[in-house]
């Protein structure tokens, strides 16, 4: 567990896609909703004209073959329906035939088609079985007309008559496609609208967006002010707001490396000091050992033990002089980290323990050299362990153990100190070295930590951070053969 939150899915569509997708929803919607109301009151309107002319056509033809139906004349009846063509042509009637009261024909205007005195064909008669004088059917563009003959309260015929609306339905047809093709246009014409309105407002997001992109790979630039300054008052404020981030973020930056620097310089300074302290012991054991020789030298006991003495005073001074040089003087080419690298560090930080009175736990389990560059290595490890050392109480204890597991180079470093900061263990574990954590108990040891790790490729965990004390654990990829030819 590194104590970080899920990351949620991104959204797959950009808000310049969105705007226009909801647009066209909007638009078909709305579309669909005026088109069918536009339909239907043309529908309505249609069929309420038809009926009212269909009404004057049969309310013209009652009139004028009554009493004809009644003495069943067949010529003047036929030529009532003759003169009524003509007068309703725009009703486009297709036949019209009267019958009497059972329904036997008696004119018709097709006259092979229902012949007179003949009873009307029983699957034309339910065509007509409707109780309204005018039905229409759009299916076969037709509309059937209907009614009673009355005289005297008594039916004496009926007339059926069929008219062709088949220019009704084209008319409605192409109402359709006109507002059909409107809507189209308009809705293509309103994507596009809003695709290039919405793209042009967000070229400010996207300006910002890359500036931002650009603060990850090094130092944050501010947007120029000729570029600010062609933006709506609402982006200006924001890109100001921005370029003054930029500045607080590089200042700190700087100073962070500044002060790095400077303490790095102090790291220096006091393992300088120890050094200087671990020198002094042998050097005085060592002029001890010369006033020996030169007051007794004639003695051999007394030359061999002076001998001795000196030989290990200036061992001691070698040793520590040569880890001091390796974790300080920088390679031409990367070297193999060893466990003589590591067992140097010891030499080092035991001026710094020994002034707390602090044991140090060593353990190193790996005996061949590892594919990692020693000087980097040795220098974040070293600087943890100043830190665990400065961290750790009186007469505590600082760690370290190291070894090699499935591609990596695993070291902890444990101390018994307070524990480190919420905003340092996240500081820690995040991506990135960026500005230090600026605590006062941290210094800037772990910022130069973060450096050499991010060029490693290396992580840095904080495994525990309670009151008992702190445990980091630094993973070292190791090289690859293809890395080391390079």
Not at 264 to 272: D, E, F, Y
Not at 438 to 466: P, Y
């Amino acid at each position: 567990m590194n104590g970080k939150a899920p990351e949620l899915a991104r959204p797959s569509w950009s808000f310049a896609i969105k705007v226009p997708v909801v647009v066209v929803l909007l638009m078909v919607a709305i579309s669909t909703v005026v088109t069918v109301r536009a339909l239907s009151r043309l529908e309505a309107s249609q069929q309420k004209n038809l009926e009212v002319l269909s009404s004057a056509y049969l309310d013209g033809l009652s009139a004028s073959i009554g009493p004809a139906v009644e003495r069943e004349d067949v010529w003047e009846v036929f030529d009532a329906l003759d003169r009524s063509r003509e007068r309703y042509k725009g009703l486009n009637v297709q036949w019209v035939t009267v019958t009497n009261a059972d329904n036997q024909t008696i004119a018709s205007s097709m006259p092979t088609t229902f012949p007179p005195l003949e009873p009307m064909a029983t699957d034309t008669l339910a065509l007509f079985s409707s109780e309204k004088d005018v039905e229409l059917n759009d299916d076969k563009a037709e509309a059937r007309m209907t009614r009673p003959l009355l005289y005297q309260d008594q039916v004496i015929g009926h007339i059926y008559a069929l008219a062709d609306i088949s220019g009704l339905v084209a008319e409605r047809t192409a109402v359709f496609r006109e507002l059909v093709l409107a809507n189209v246009l308009l809705t293509l014409f309103l994507v596009v609208f809003g695709a290039l309105f919405v793209r042009r407002m967000l070229e400010p997001v996207g300006v910002l967006s890359r500036y931002f992109a650009q603060g990850r790979e090094g130092s944050m630039t501010p947007i120029p002010s000729e570029l600010a300054n062609r933006q709506s008052r609402e982006f200006h404020d924001l890109f100001d707001r921005y370029n003054l981030m930029a500045t607080a973020v590089n200042e700190r930056e700087q100073l962070a490396a500044e002060l790095a620097e400077e303490e790095k310089l102090a790291s220096v300074g006091r393992l300088a000091s120890g050094m200087a302290h671990e020198i002094n012991n042998p050097l005085g054991g060592m002029f001890n050992a010369l006033d020996s020789l030169r007051r007794y030298g004639a003695r051999e006991e007394v030359r061999a033990t002076s001998i001795r003495l000196l030989e290990h005073g200036l061992s001691g001074i070698r040793d520590l002089v040569r880890s001091t040089l390796t974790s300080y003087r920088a390679d031409q080419r990367p070297r193999d980290l060893t466990p003589t690298d590591l067992d140097d560090l010891r030499l080092l930080v035991k001026p710094e323990a020994r002034q707390k009175r602090l044991r140090l736990s060593w353990q190193i389990e790996f005996v061949d050299p590892v594919h990692v560059p020693a000087v980097p290595v040795r220098d974040a490890i070293l600087n943890l362990l100043l830190n665990a050392c400065h961290a750790c109480r009186e007469e505590g204890q600082v760690g370290f153990m190291a070894r090699a597991e499935e591609g990596h180079l695993i070291a902890e470093v444990s101390d018994t100190g307070e524990g480190l900061p919420q905003n340092v263990k996240e500081y820690l574990e995040r991506d990135g070295a960026g500005a230090a954590p600026m605590d006062r108990r941290s210094g800037l040891g772990l910022w130069i930590v973060k450096r050499h790790c991010d060029e490693l490729g290396a992580s840095l965990r904080v495994v525990s951070a309670g009151l008992s004390g702190t445990t980091l654990r630094m993973l070292i990829p190791l090289r690859s053969d293809f890395e080391d030819a390079a």
